[in-house]
């Protein structure tokens, strides 16, 4: 089939497009089913012994070392409550630097003597379990030739049961070291720096009081944007297939200009994708709340709500693995690229952050009275002092090829680092930088005007779109992850920079105190200090504006444009020392990440660049000469028999072929010319010799997409892509 014939062809099957069966039955509710394939604190406190069930909640609700001791019980009671869900493996599922989840599955069944089987699962093997670590990224933290590496248990983690037609899986989440104890993966950090934040938030609490405060944990709220395409269209684009991206594609006649897309009637098909994945969602614990259409046409948004970071990082990467599985059923592919369409907005993942205890609820509440709140304030402050002084590592924590065709955009905030506060926490700082602060500003109301309409409540600040870490109320929403990425690498940094901003604080307040400063003065003093060695990062205005990044020069902000920008800020010293001082990276560990970046960069290009060589020369090219070939023998049959013809039609797609001849040969040399020898070497090389040569590639492709005739365009096209669902 050629490639015009096999677009026509996706054309007709869209068309012809038959939703699946319903998955759900005419008696079930949600509440039922939420959370029943998973082996949560219910299904234990019924299953396992008191003093059993007692220990593991220490551990999950405490922080408390997990006895070994236990193990032996929770996978005995773990194994029966799988084998009556229909499980017949158990996977320990971790999160290696691929930014993916892996699994390795075995079965319950081992052969007896008598010639049959026997369903075990022991409690070491509950807690350990050893992969082969020698093919995932590692950044030196090992040879390639040594393969051992350990899953470790995460108790704080509820193991589920995966479901799939043909058998179901025991899926336990676990931890991955090396054999020197050194993390290859997302979880391990995380919780290492969810630990350290939480023991300097204890020194707050206490100071203010709380003489046995509750374990203090990192919540998270990941909001998940995401394209759908009808699969017959995926499977007809190599680019999209392989990269995840159009390399290819002419701007729409119709794009998202007239903003009707935005919280839009939700389309049939698209409804039907949704509420099954809620409904598979809702199965494994995961608390889906929102839904809706995003700005760009074929893009859309879920919400889940807060969960602890850990298990916030373990939910979107199964909530990610669960819409691609249901997308294929409904006959489409769900794409999670940061920027899948040129032209239209990209796709984000937005960590909303806040940090608390089951006690006190969110520590980043302000009250009616935000000037009165001193505890409210001094944890506001950390944050501001931690996004100020760290504020490359933040950077550096959402970098990656990808992503940087989207910070900066129109959908996505600058890669300057600011925060926003609003006019009511702005305005309560600025009058602490002063001296004490004595007045918030209050809430409003809104009179619509229409008599049957209530009084609505107004808040005394609006928001920002514009900011990269704007408070919203009672959390702190970190805006630059892109949509592919794990939510714990910048968990990670978010935790890391506010355990050493609350370690700060507690320690002045501490001196102050013993010093003999009264409680009170000492707040108000470190309070005064941070808005005013800090503030420079607080900015409540437009972060698209032409003026920003002049006026954030100004202020001393970095403004790290690219991956290669802000991978170095992983290396330096204090970057190293931080991460070092409170347990969460070796300085071995962070060169690993740093090394890591470069590489994934430097693949990532790649591969698009040789789809850009493959697809340009082997589909592009020959469509427009086919184009071209019509047009030189229609004009010389018309010459042929006397009739003028049309010369500018025959010169206007040669100009951009030959283009495109050239363009391709060009990014052919920049291919042979990147051997490199250093990480670094190919990053840059990259970057500056592939990419500008794939854009010229693409100029002149996307330049006879709109001149050659449709019926020999062999990709399907934006128009089509966009919006045929």
Same mark, same amino acid.
């Given at each position: 089939?050629?490639?015009?014939?096999?677009?026509?062809?996706?054309?007709?099957?869209?068309?012809?497009?038959?939703?699946?069966?319903?998955?759900?039955?005419?008696?079930?509710?949600?509440?039922?089913?939420?959370?029943?394939?998973?082996?949560?604190?219910?299904?234990?406190?019924?299953?396992?012994?008191?003093?059993?069930?007692?220990?593991?909640?220490?551990?999950?609700?405490?922080?408390?070392?997990?006895?070994?001791?236990?193990?032996?019980?929770?996978?005995?009671?773990?194994?029966?409550?799988?084998?009556?869900?229909?499980?017949?493996?158990?996977?320990?599922?971790?999160?290696?630097?691929?930014?993916?989840?892996?699994?390795?599955?075995?079965?319950?069944?081992?052969?007896?003597?008598?010639?049959?089987?026997?369903?075990?699962?022991?409690?070491?093997?509950?807690?350990?379990?050893?992969?082969?670590?020698?093919?995932?990224?590692?950044?030196?933290?090992?040879?390639?030739?040594?393969?051992?590496?350990?899953?470790?248990?995460?108790?704080?983690?509820?193991?589920?049961?995966?479901?799939?037609?043909?058998?179901?899986?025991?899926?336990?989440?676990?931890?991955?070291?090396?054999?020197?104890?050194?993390?290859?993966?997302?979880?391990?950090?995380?919780?290492?720096?969810?630990?350290?934040?939480?023991?300097?938030?204890?020194?707050?609490?206490?100071?203010?009081?709380?003489?046995?405060?509750?374990?203090?944990?990192?919540?998270?709220?990941?909001?998940?944007?995401?394209?759908?395409?009808?699969?017959?269209?995926?499977?007809?684009?190599?680019?999209?297939?392989?990269?995840?991206?159009?390399?290819?594609?002419?701007?729409?006649?119709?794009?998202?200009?007239?903003?009707?897309?935005?919280?839009?009637?939700?389309?049939?098909?698209?409804?039907?994708?949704?509420?099954?994945?809620?409904?598979?969602?809702?199965?494994?614990?995961?608390?889906?709340?929102?839904?809706?259409?995003?700005?760009?046409?074929?893009?859309?948004?879920?919400?889940?709500?807060?969960?602890?970071?850990?298990?916030?990082?373990?939910?979107?990467?199964?909530?990610?693995?669960?819409?691609?599985?249901?997308?294929?059923?409904?006959?489409?592919?769900?794409?999670?690229?940061?920027?899948?369409?040129?032209?239209?907005?990209?796709?984000?993942?937005?960590?909303?952050?806040?940090?608390?205890?089951?006690?006190?609820?969110?520590?980043?509440?302000?009250?009616?009275?935000?000037?009165?709140?001193?505890?409210?304030?001094?944890?506001?402050?950390?944050?501001?002092?931690?996004?100020?002084?760290?504020?490359?590592?933040?950077?550096?924590?959402?970098?990656?090829?990808?992503?940087?065709?989207?910070?900066?955009?129109?959908?996505?905030?600058?890669?300057?680092?600011?925060?926003?506060?609003?006019?009511?926490?702005?305005?309560?700082?600025?009058?602490?930088?002063?001296?004490?602060?004595?007045?918030?500003?209050?809430?409003?109301?809104?009179?619509?005007?229409?008599?049957?309409?209530?009084?609505?409540?107004?808040?005394?600040?609006?928001?920002?779109?514009?900011?990269?870490?704007?408070?919203?109320?009672?959390?702190?929403?970190?805006?630059?992850?892109?949509?592919?990425?794990?939510?714990?690498?910048?968990?990670?940094?978010?935790?890391?920079?506010?355990?050493?901003?609350?370690?700060?604080?507690?320690?002045?307040?501490?001196?102050?105190?013993?010093?003999?400063?009264?409680?009170?003065?000492?707040?108000?003093?470190?309070?005064?200090?941070?808005?005013?060695?800090?503030?420079?990062?607080?900015?409540?205005?437009?972060?698209?504006?032409?003026?920003? /990044? =002049?006026?954030?020069?100004?202020?001393? @902000? #970095?403004? $790290? *444009?690219?991956? +290669?920008?802000?991978?170095? &800020?992983?290396?330096?010293?204090?970057?190293?020392?931080?991460?070092?001082?409170?347990?969460?990276?070796?300085?071995?560990?962070?060169?690993?990440?740093?090394?890591?970046?470069?590489?994934?960069?430097?693949?990532?290009?790649?591969?698009?660049?040789?789809?850009?060589?493959?697809?340009?020369?082997?589909?592009?090219?020959?469509?427009?000469?086919?184009?071209?070939?019509?047009?030189?023998?229609?004009?010389?049959?018309?010459?042929?028999?006397?009739?003028?013809?049309?010369?500018?039609?025959?010169?206007?797609?040669?100009? /951009? =072929?030959?283009?495109?001849?050239?363009? @391709? #040969?060009? $990014? *052919?040399?920049? +291919?042979?010319?990147?051997? &490199?020898?250093?990480?670094?070497?190919?990053?840059?090389?990259?970057?500056?010799?592939?990419?500008?040569?794939?854009?010229?590639?693409?100029?002149?492709?996307?330049?006879?997409?709109?001149?050659?005739?449709?019926?020999?365009?062999?990709?399907?096209?934006?128009?089509?892509?966009?919006?045929?669902?």
């Amino acid at each position: 089939m050629s490639g015009n014939s096999a677009r026509r062809q996706a054309i007709r099957d869209v068309r012809a497009y038959v939703p699946p069966a319903p998955s759900y039955t005419a008696t079930e509710t949600p509440g039922e089913i939420f959370g029943e394939n998973v082996f949560n604190k219910v299904v234990m406190q019924k299953r396992l012994p008191k003093s059993v069930y007692k220990s593991v909640m220490a551990t999950i609700e405490n922080g408390a070392r997990l006895d070994p001791l236990v193990a032996d019980a929770v996978a005995s009671a773990m194994k029966d409550w799988a084998l009556e869900k229909g499980a017949t493996h158990y996977a320990h599922v971790f999160y290696p630097l691929t930014g993916l989840t892996a699994e390795k599955h075995d079965s319950f069944f081992e052969p007896v003597g008598d010639g049959t089987a026997l369903a075990e699962f022991a409690g070491k093997t509950l807690v350990q379990g050893e992969p082969d670590a020698s093919s995932f990224p590692n950044g030196g933290l090992r040879n390639t030739f040594e393969a051992r590496g350990y899953t470790g248990w995460d108790v704080t983690s509820p193991a589920y049961v995966l479901e799939n037609p043909n058998g179901n899986t025991l899926c336990i989440p676990t931890v991955f070291v090396s054999m020197t104890g050194e993390a290859l993966d997302h979880k391990t950090p995380l919780l290492r720096s969810q630990q350290a934040m939480g023991e300097h938030a204890e020194r707050i609490l206490r100071l203010f009081g709380h003489t046995d405060p509750a374990r203090v944990v990192s919540f998270c709220g990941p909001e998940q944007e995401y394209f759908l395409v009808d699969r017959h269209f995926f499977l007809a684009r190599p680019d999209l297939l392989n990269s995840g991206r159009t390399l290819f594609g002419a701007k729409p006649p119709k794009g998202q200009e007239f903003d009707d897309h935005y919280f839009g009637a939700i389309p049939e098909r698209v409804l039907g994708f949704m509420m099954d994945t809620e409904r598979e969602l809702f199965k494994l614990g995961i608390p889906a709340k929102t839904r809706h259409n995003e700005v760009a046409p074929g893009q859309f948004e879920i919400a889940p709500m807060f969960e602890r970071g850990n298990i916030a990082a373990d939910h979107q990467q199964l909530l990610m693995t669960t819409f691609k599985s249901v997308a294929k059923k409904h006959g489409m592919a769900c794409l999670f690229h940061e920027k899948p369409f040129q032209g239209v907005n990209g796709s984000g993942k937005h960590v909303n952050f806040s940090l608390g205890n089951n006690e006190l609820g969110s520590l980043l509440v302000p009250g009616d009275n935000p000037h009165d709140n001193a505890q409210f304030l001094v944890f506001c402050a950390a944050v501001i002092r931690a996004v100020h002084k760290y504020a490359g590592l933040l950077r550096a924590s959402v970098a990656s090829a990808t992503n940087d065709h989207r910070l900066g955009a129109n959908e996505a905030p600058p890669a300057i680092i600011s925060i926003f506060l609003g006019d009511q926490l702005a305005d309560v700082f600025e009058q602490i930088a002063q001296g004490p602060a004595t007045s918030s500003k209050d809430k409003g109301s809104m009179v619509i005007g229409v008599d049957t309409l209530p009084v609505l409540p107004t808040d005394p600040g609006d928001r920002n779109r514009t900011s990269p870490f704007a408070f919203t109320g009672n959390r702190f929403e970190f805006r630059a992850p892109g949509s592919m990425q794990t939510v714990a690498g910048p968990m990670v940094t978010i935790n890391t920079i506010m355990a050493e901003s609350l370690d700060y604080a507690a320690t002045e307040l501490e001196a102050a105190v013993a010093g003999g400063t009264d409680f009170d003065t000492a707040v108000q003093s470190l309070l005064t200090q941070i808005i005013t060695d800090h503030g420079a990062v607080v900015f409540n205005g437009d972060g698209y504006s032409d003026a920003w /990044p =002049i006026e954030a020069e100004k202020r001393g @902000l #970095a403004n $790290l *444009r690219t991956t +290669l920008d802000a991978l170095p &800020e992983l290396i330096t010293e204090s970057a190293m020392d931080l991460f070092d001082k409170y347990r969460v990276f070796n300085h071995r560990e962070m060169h690993s990440r740093y090394e890591i970046g470069l590489e994934q960069y430097a693949l990532t290009i790649g591969v698009e660049a040789r789809l850009t060589l493959e697809m340009g020369a082997t589909v592009i090219l020959p469509a427009a000469v086919r184009h071209q070939t019509e047009l030189a023998i229609n004009i010389g049959a018309l010459t042929a028999a006397g009739v003028e013809p049309d010369h500018a039609a025959l010169s206007e797609v040669s100009a /951009p =072929i030959t283009k495109l001849r050239s363009a @391709l #040969a060009v $990014l *052919r040399d920049a +291919l042979a010319g990147g051997s &490199e020898e250093t990480a670094l070497g190919e990053a840059e090389h990259a970057r500056d010799a592939l990419l500008p040569a794939m854009s010229a590639v693409r100029a002149a492709a996307d330049a006879l997409e709109e001149i050659v005739a449709d019926d020999l365009w062999p990709l399907p096209t934006y128009q089509e892509m966009l919006f045929i669902l």
